[in-house]
């Protein structure tokens, strides 16, 4: 069973920044593909940004890819998201997701494990 803790969210001003952090309780977290997904009300859950097994390749969205950056401490079990420059349209809950799968995929349905998500709200 994957279990994955997300913390680090909050209420910020735009222009900050902030880190996300994500706890995963598996034997080897280098099995899997992690990544960042965020959701707005009202809109679907879409992704933030990919990171493969040992860090080799990332992929973001074209918004996230200037100002956020996704990175994974396989020994810790630790996933993050830093993200700097926030703006109010950044505010949605983030969600962990992991995959064993292989693939670095950009789509919520090629992830079977999700946390609880935590909520990020940008505002002044």
């Known amino acids: 069973q994957v279990r994955l803790v997300e913390t680090g969210g909050g209420l910020v001003q735009p222009g900050d920044s902030l880190r996300l952090s994500c706890a995963a309780s598996?034997?080897?977290?280098?099995?899997?593909?992690m990544a960042w997904f965020r959701q707005a009300p009202g809109k679907e859950r879409e992704l933030v940004a990919a990171i493969s097994w040992r860090s080799r390749y990332s992929h973001y969205s074209d918004d996230a890819k200037s100002r956020f950056a996704i990175s994974r401490d396989n020994e810790k079990n630790m996933v993050y998201l830093q993200m700097n420059s926030l703006k109010p349209e950044d505010t949605a809950v983030y969600y962990c997701a992991a995959t064993d799968s292989g693939r670095v995929g950009i789509t919520k349905y090629e992830y079977e494990y999700w946390g609880q998500g935590t909520q990020v709200t940008v505002s002044s």
């Open positions: 598996v034997p080897h977290l280098v099995s899997y593909v």
